[in-house]
C-alpha cells in the first residue's frame, strides 16, 4: 500500500493521474487512531462478521480518511470514518449480491432507515445493529452540523440508499441498464457526494447557496463524483470478477457493449474518461483556490477527496 497513483496490475490499462493528482498524498497524524476508533465501533456495533474483512475494512477506511480530510480534527475524522463504514459495511452486508437474492428484505430494510433519516428516533421493527448504528451517527452529526447541513447529508444518505436498492434490482439482469443510466447513478453507490456534504461538516466551512451552484462549483462536483465512481470500478474489476464471475453492471462491461470493444480496450476508453475527468477537476480546483474563502476551502476539500480516491486504487482490498 503506497500513494503512487498507478496501479501495479500489467495486464489491464490504467489512468494515468500523476499529473492532475500527484502523490504522495497529504495524511491526517491520526490516521492510526482512526483505524483502532474503527475497529472499536465496529465492535460496538457489529456491522461485519469476518474478522479478516473488519480489519481490511477499518484500515482501508482509517487510512483513507486521513487521506480524505488531512486538516480535520480528530473527533469529526472519527465520526466521519463511522459514516462511511456503516456505508461500506451495508454495502457489502445487504447490498449487489445479497440484495438481488432477496430484494423484499433490502427494501425493508431501506424503509425503515428512511424512517430514521426522516427524523423518527426509532425504526418500525427491531433496529438491529445496522439501524443502532445509523441512530448513532445521526445523534453525533445532529450535534455537529448546521440544520442545513444536517438536511443535506440525510438527503445524500438517502440518494445512497436508492443507488444500493438500484444496484441490487439491475445486478444480474443489467441488460437494459444503459451507460447513462450507470453513469448517472454511480457516484451515489460509491458514496462520493456524501462525503463532499461531511467535508463542510468536518472542515468547518459552509457555502452560500450561490457559490454552491455556481457554475464552477457544481462542474468540479461532478468532475470529482465521476472520477471516484469510475477508478474505483477499474480498481475492483479483477476482484470482484474473480469471485463472483463476470458481472456487466461495471463501467468497464458497459464500455465493452456500448462500443463492441474487448476488456482491454474497454480499459483503454475508461482511462482516458478518468483522466479527462481529473484534468477538469484540477484545472477547477486551481481557478477556485486563488482567493481565499469558502470556495477555497470547497475546492480544497474536494481535493482530497478525489485524491483519497486515487490513493485507494492499491489498496489491499481490492487485490485478489
Known amino acids: 500500500m503506497n500513494d503512487s497513483t498507478r496501479t501495479k496490475a500489467p495486464a489491464l490499462p490504467m489512468p494515468d493521474l500523476r499529473d492532475s493528482f500527484p502523490g504522495p498524498f497529504p495524511a491526517s497524524a491520526h490516521a492510526d487512531d482512526i483505524e483502532r476508533h474503527a475497529t472499536e465501533w465496529l465492535g460496538t456495533y457489529p456491522l461485519v462478521a469476518s474478522e479478516r474483512k473488519l480489519g481490511a475494512l477499518a484500515n482501508i477506511t482509517g487510512q483513507g480518511m486521513a487521506r480524505t480530510f488531512p486538516a480535520a480534527g480528530r473527533t469529526d475524522l472519527f465520526l466521519c470514518a463511522d459514516l462511511f463504514l456503516w456505508l461500506t459495511a451495508f454495502d457489502d452486508a445487504h447490498g449487489e449480491a445479497a440484495g438481488a437474492r432477496d430484494p423484499a428484505r433490502l427494501v425493508r ?6 424512517h430514521l433519516l426522516a427524523g423518527h428516533d426509532e425504526p418500525p421493527g427491531s433496529p438491529g445493529p445496522f439501524g443502532a448504528a445509523l441512530g448513532d451517527l445521526l445523534a453525533r452529526f445532529a450535534q455537529r452540523a448546521t440544520p442545513t447541513q444536517y438536511l443535506r447529508l440525510t ?3 438517502r440518494d445512497n440508499l436508492l443507488g444500493i436498492l438500484w444496484e441490487a434490482h439491475h445486478i444480474d439482469s443489467p441488460d437494459h441498464v444503459t451507460l447513462s443510466d450507470y453513469l448517472a447513478m454511480r457516484p451515489h453507490t460509491v458514496f462520493v457526494r456524501t462525503l463532499m456534504v461531511t467535508a463542510e461538516i468536518a472542515l468547518g466551512h459552509e457555502l452560500t447557496e450561490r457559490d454552491r451552484s455556481s457554475e464552477a462549483a457544481r462542474e ?9 465512481g469510475w477508478i474505483n470500478d477499474l480498481a475492483s474489476y479483477a476482484k470482484e470478477t474473480a469471485h463472483d464471475g463476470p458481472t456487466t453492471l461495471n463501467l468497464p ?11 482491454e480496450e474497454a480499459f483503454r476508453l475508461a482511462s482516458r474518461m478518468c483522466e479527462q475527468q481529473a484534468a477538469v477537476a484540477s484545472a477547477r ?3 477556485l483556490t486563488v482567493v481565499e474563502g469558502p470556495l ?3 475546492a480544497g476539500a474536494l481535493k482530497s477527496i478525489a485524491s483519497s480516491y486515487v490513493w485507494h486504487i492499491d489498496h489491499s482490498r481490492y487485490q485478489i
Request: some cysteine.
Open 109 to 114: 430494510t431501506i424503509g425503515e432507515y428512511v
Open 220 to 228: 468540479l462536483r461532478t468532475a470529482v463524483a465521476d472520477l471516484a
Open 285 to 287: 480546483i486551481a481557478e
Open 155 to 157: 438527503a445524500h444518505l
Open 253 to 263: 462491461s458497459l464500455l465493452m457493449r456500448e462500443h463492441g470493444c474487448d476488456l
Open 296 to 298: 477555497s476551502a470547497h
